[in-house]
């Protein structure tokens, strides 16, 4: 079938620290792979998408890169900030399907 | 703002109540969604409206009922409840379902509790 599973949470950092979100897939095709964030008491928005092996999707200093090798899409940030803080799904879904499998989230939080 | 708006924002029901949630997009798509989020538990997709025909219905018991009068309202009827469906529900919508890289716009959900 198809999943996605990311590290455990909750993640706990200080501000400016480096940010990894590990993410891992299994897909009985060839996905397009997201990175959902959710803000306190709101609805997820999406922040960054790859649809294809090697593409890298980026926005606001957040990066992950689509690794069919390792079937992975870990999100990086080079210095988090407290209003980083939030819960992070990892998502894919395959072509010409209606559902985006999501992960369990991992919530993190960044301290002053 | 992702041009996705839910109502009411909060809901407490009783087992034996009905009530309906509501969402609207101003997006101009074409795919709408319904999400379920429970503590600790992945989001689980319960129904797919593709221009206006249900397309995908996740084994949801018939407690609750879907209906999308137009591709940009989707309401989700709520009958006999039990405790365990508390959750956050949260409506998105999509310019085409089975689109690839299709993104989905979410709105912020309906905290409901179910006494």
């Known amino acids: 079938g198809n999943s996605v599973t990311q590290m455990e949470g909750p993640v706990t950092l200080s501000e400016e620290a480096f940010l990894t979100i590990n993410c891992t897939y299994t897909?009985?095709?060839?996905?397009?792979l997201f990175w959902y964030v959710q803000y306190p008491g709101e609805g997820l928005q999406l922040l960054l998408k790859?649809?294809?092996?090697?593409d890298k999707g980026s926005n606001k200093g957040f990066e992950a890169t689509y690794r069919k090798e390792t079937t992975s899409f870990h999100l990086e940030k080079g210095s988090v900030q407290v209003s980083d803080s939030a819960v992070y799904f990892c998502?894919?879904?395959?072509?010409?399907?209606?559902?985006?499998?999501f992960g369990q989230g991992t919530r993190l939080t960044i301290n002053p | 703002e992702t041009g996705v708006t839910q109502t009411p924002r909060h809901l407490v029901m009783g087992m034996t109540n009905k009530k309906s949630l509501k969402c609207e997009q101003h997006?101009?798509?074409?795919?709408m969604y319904w999400y379920k989020q429970s503590a600790k538990k992945p989001l689980e997709l319960m129904f797919v409206?593709?221009?206006?025909?249900?397309?995908e219905n996740n084994s949801v018991p018939s407690r609750f009922s879907p209906e999308c009068p137009n591709s940009s309202h989707l309401f989700l009827h709520l009958h006999t409840l039990q405790p365990e469906d508390s959750a956050l529900y949260l409506c998105?919508?999509?310019?085409?379902?089975?689109?690839?890289?299709?993104?989905?716009?979410f709105g912020p959900g309906t905290r409901l509790t179910v006494l």
């Open positions: 998105a919508s999509s310019l085409q379902a089975g689109l690839s890289g299709n993104e989905q716009f």
């Open positions: 897909a009985t095709g060839y996905p397009s």
């Open positions: 790859a649809t294809k092996a090697d």
């Open positions: 998502a894919l879904i395959l072509q010409g399907a209606q559902k985006l499998v």
């Open positions: 997006l101009g798509h074409n795919a």
């Open positions: 409206y593709s221009l206006e025909e249900r397309v």
